[in-house]
């Protein structure tokens, strides 16, 4: 098998919460495997640092990484169209790859949970992936190939304490993929999501914060540790790439073996 069908080159990707966490994560897999990215988020240094780290890992493969910035508000959801024309304008063409990265958790108590909180989760881990996805399928259609990459979660299928509006939206995001995926895959568009387990993002720092909470996390899986960034790094680029091609529809959980126990 040629390990061109795992080459993203000649591919324009995007990448929503890029300036921290698993989004920052993907950008530079993405880029290390040879596309070129548009990174979206609110804090525009945040992404800058992005770009910078994306340099410095390709700087040790010698070669070099087409990278953009755009400095957005995805809450703002009447600008979605916009955001897309402006991604595809900057890179020059049409986009290939969405990896719907951006989330919110607020860790509220189910007494505290305000219709303010709820919206904000519902709207920025649910509806924008939808809304941001179908504003960039017609290129991916005309092409008669597209990825989109959404992020489900470990409360996609379990309750956690404190989780219930974002174990909400991602039970749906798990849903809203297979539905992408019977809408858009006879045109060539493969649509999954990942279902992260433990991994230290800026979202899970107060899991971090107390090592008796994240070791005994770390214990509830089967590999006996929490993730490592960098464990991120394959199957962002296997769900992105040629090689995943009649693999649509699908939730797959990167974990370490926690859903299995």
Same mark, same amino acid.
């Given at each position: 098998m040629s390990n061109d069908r795992f080459s993203l080159k000649g591919k324009t990707a995007l990448v929503t919460g890029a300036s921290s966490g698993i989004g920052r994560q993907q950008a530079i897999a993405l880029a290390s495997a040879g596309a070129s990215v548009v990174l979206v988020g609110r804090r525009e240094q945040a992404l800058i640092d992005t770009v910078n780290l994306i340099n410095q890992q390709l700087e040790n493969q010698q070669t070099t990484a087409d990278t953009h910035v755009l400095s957005w508000d995805l809450l703002d959801? #009447?600008?979605?169209?916009?955001? =897309?024309?402006?991604?595809?304008?900057? =890179?020059?063409?049409?986009?290939?790859? $969405?990896?719907? +990265? /951006?989330?919110?958790?607020?860790? !509220?108590?189910?007494?505290?949970?305000?219709?303010?909180?709820? #919206? %904000?989760t519902i709207n920025l881990n649910l509806a924008v992936p939808f809304f941001l996805a179908r504003a960039l399928t017609p290129h991916m259609k005309k092409q008669q190939w597209g990825k989109v990459l959404n992020v489900a979660s470990l409360q996609s299928r379990q309750a956690f304490p404190n989780g219930l509006a974002y174990g909400a939206?991602?039970?749906?995001? /798990? !849903?809203?993929?297979?539905?992408? /995926?019977?809408?858009?895959? =006879?045109?060539?568009? +493969?649509?999954?999501?990942?279902?992260?387990?433990?991994?230290?993002?800026?979202?899970?720092?107060?899991?971090?914060?107390?090592?008796?909470? %994240?070791?005994?996390?770390?214990?509830?899986?089967?590999?006996?540790?929490?993730?490592?960034? !960098?464990?991120?790094?394959?199957?962002?680029?296997?769900?992105?790439?040629?090689? %995943?091609?009649?693999? +649509?529809? !699908?939730?797959?959980?990167? #974990?370490?073996?926690?859903?299995? $126990?």
């Open positions: 959801r #009447d600008s979605i169209d916009d955001l =897309a024309a402006a991604a595809t304008a900057l =890179a020059g063409g049409g986009i290939d790859i $969405l990896c719907n +990265t /951006a989330g919110v958790n607020h860790r !509220q108590s189910v007494d505290d949970i305000t219709f303010e909180s709820w #919206d %904000s939206s991602k039970g749906g995001i /798990a !849903q809203v993929t297979r539905a992408m /995926a019977q809408a858009w895959s =006879a045109d060539g568009i +493969t649509c999954n999501a990942i279902a992260p387990g433990f991994f230290p993002t800026e979202l899970t720092a107060p899991v971090f914060a107390n090592p008796d909470q %994240s070791d005994a996390l770390a214990n509830r899986t089967a590999m006996g540790r929490n993730g490592d960034m !960098q464990d991120l790094d394959g199957v962002t680029v296997f769900l992105t790439s040629p090689a %995943s091609d009649y693999i +649509t529809g !699908q939730i797959l959980y990167v #974990d370490g073996g926690f859903t299995a $126990l």
